[in-house]
């Protein structure tokens, strides 16, 4: 195992760091403590282990990092995803949140976890695995949200090939939590390959999404993905025909969310490349990138577009806190909020 750290910048007199690790077969993540932004994900050739494909889409620099509104492959909270009409109420109260995404709160807000400066506790390592601990405080009121909440990330890079991120959180006041990853892959890489996600292979274990309306809000109904696209239990393969239908932006119910069992997978058959999720988290947003600008500069000087990476988010559903048939995203004083989620790469699916 191989691990550097580098200081890029000073922000408001916090460090941000640039961290890489590297496991013994050369899988490799970059990372850094604004946002946990994963700026790099190698994977190398089952032919040449010294060839590798970078297989998140990212920012070419750090100011692009910096300034952008998106949320490539980064932190979200303290609530991920949309919430209706940015309010809810808790306790008897009711709590406005900044609409961000009209008339919706969408992944934390104005500023949200992925524009925050992580502080870096420790990192460990042995000769199986690589781990760093990150703690972000988010104060009473931030983004509206009640309560001081004390959040910790870990990210865990091993000789399995696994990428783990462990979230905990805590609280002095009721509040609600619902934290996560906002990878934006493409397995096809940024070589010879690159294209849009066309040429992907899709899989999700689960019989039912939640239903959503025009503005992507849960309408509080979950149904059947039986004899529609968004039946994923059996591998399905993305055409350009299925992209260009819109493709899909929606909160899968999860059958095994157990961490044991995978709950979905992603490979690219151009390069055989992919991941398996593993979660403990009841749901699984599956976003295929419809809402991407249509041009825009990214890593290596490639231009992304619309459809050129897709996401998996597993997570307590959309909206859950208006939703009393939904997992609850409450965190009471004094209970700790915990969420895993396991990414094993794999260069051998073809």
Same mark, same amino acid.
């Given at each position: 195992?191989?691990h550097?750290?580098?200081? &890029?910048?000073?922000?408001?007199?916090?460090?941000?760091?640039?961290?890489?690790?590297?496991?013994?077969?050369?899988?490799?993540?970059?990372?850094?403590? $604004? /946002?946990?932004?994963?700026?790099?994900?190698?994977?190398?050739?089952?032919?040449?282990?010294?060839?590798?494909? @970078?297989?998140?889409l990212?920012?070419?620099?750090? =100011?692009?990092?910096? &300034?952008?509104? /998106?949320? $490539?492959?980064?932190? &979200? /909270?303290?609530?991920g995803?949309?919430?209706?009409n940015?309010?809810?109420?808790l306790?008897?109260?009711?709590y406005?949140?900044? %609409?961000n =995404?009209?008339?919706?709160h969408l992944?934390?807000?104005?500023?949200?976890? *992925?524009?925050?400066i992580?502080? #870096?506790l420790? #990192?460990?390592?042995?000769s199986?695995?690589?781990s760093?601990?990150?703690?972000y405080?988010?104060?009473?009121l931030?983004?509206?949200?009640p309560?001081?909440? @004390?959040?910790?990330?870990?990210?865990?890079?091993? *000789?399995n090939n696994e990428?783990i991120i462990?979230?905990c959180?805590?609280t002095?006041?009721?509040?609600?939590?619902?934290?996560?990853?906002?990878?934006?892959?493409?397995?096809?890489?940024?070589?010879?390959?690159?294209q849009?996600?066309?040429?992907h292979?899709?899989?999700?274990?689960?019989? !039912?999404i939640?239903?959503?309306d025009?503005?992507? #809000?849960?309408?509080?109904?979950?149904?059947s993905v039986?004899?529609?696209? $968004?039946d994923? *239990?059996?591998?399905?393969?993305?055409?350009?025909?299925?992209?260009?239908?819109?493709g899909? @932006?929606?909160?899968?119910?999860?059958?095994?969310?157990?961490?044991?069992?995978?709950?979905?997978? #992603?490979f690219?058959?151009?390069?055989?490349?992919?991941?398996e999720?593993?979660?403990?988290?009841p749901?699984?947003?599956?976003?295929?990138?419809?809402?991407?600008?249509?041009?825009?500069e990214? %890593?290596?000087?490639?231009?992304? /577009?619309?459809?050129?990476?897709?996401?998996?988010?597993p997570? &307590?559903f959309? =909206?859950?806190?208006? !939703?009393?048939?939904?997992?609850?995203p409450?965190? *009471?004083?004094?209970?700790?909020?915990?969420?895993?989620?396991?990414?094993? $790469?794999r260069n051998?699916?073809?």
């Amino acid at each position: 195992m191989e691990h550097t750290s580098e200081k &890029i910048t000073t922000i408001n007199k916090e460090d941000v760091f640039s961290l890489t690790f590297i496991n013994n077969n050369n899988y490799k993540i970059n990372f850094y403590n $604004f /946002g946990g932004y994963i700026h790099q994900i190698h994977i190398p050739y089952q032919s040449n282990k010294e060839r590798t494909e @970078d297989v998140l889409l990212g920012y070419n620099d750090f =100011d692009d990092c910096k &300034i952008s509104r /998106g949320y $490539f492959n980064s932190i &979200i /909270g303290r609530v991920g995803n949309r919430i209706g009409n940015a309010k809810f109420n808790l306790n008897n109260k009711e709590y406005n949140l900044f %609409k961000n =995404d009209p008339p919706n709160h969408l992944h934390g807000g104005e500023e949200g976890f *992925n524009k925050k400066i992580w502080k #870096i506790l420790k #990192i460990e390592e042995n000769s199986n695995f690589l781990s760093c601990t990150m703690e972000y405080v988010s104060p009473h009121l931030e983004e509206n949200y009640p309560g001081n909440l @004390d959040c910790k990330a870990k990210f865990t890079l091993n *000789n399995n090939n696994e990428f783990i991120i462990s979230f905990c959180a805590k609280t002095d006041e009721d509040t609600i939590v619902n934290l996560t990853n906002h990878n934006y892959w493409n397995f096809h890489g940024h070589k010879n390959n690159y294209q849009n996600i066309v040429n992907h292979n899709v899989f999700i274990e689960a019989d !039912h999404i939640c239903e959503i309306d025009e503005s992507y #809000i849960p309408t509080g109904k979950i149904i059947s993905v039986k004899d529609t696209k $968004f039946d994923l *239990n059996n591998t399905f393969h993305i055409s350009q025909n299925f992209l260009d239908e819109e493709g899909i @932006d929606h909160n899968y119910v999860l059958k095994n969310a157990n961490l044991v069992k995978a709950d979905g997978i #992603i490979f690219s058959t151009l390069t055989g490349m992919g991941v398996e999720y593993f979660t403990d988290q009841p749901g699984m947003q599956f976003y295929t990138g419809n809402m991407m600008d249509e041009n825009y500069e990214g %890593k290596y000087y490639k231009t992304y /577009g619309k459809n050129h990476g897709m996401c998996f988010e597993p997570q &307590i559903f959309p =909206d859950a806190i208006n !939703h009393s048939n939904f997992p609850s995203p409450m965190l *009471n004083a004094g209970d700790t909020y915990r969420s895993t989620i396991k990414m094993k $790469f794999r260069n051998n699916f073809i």
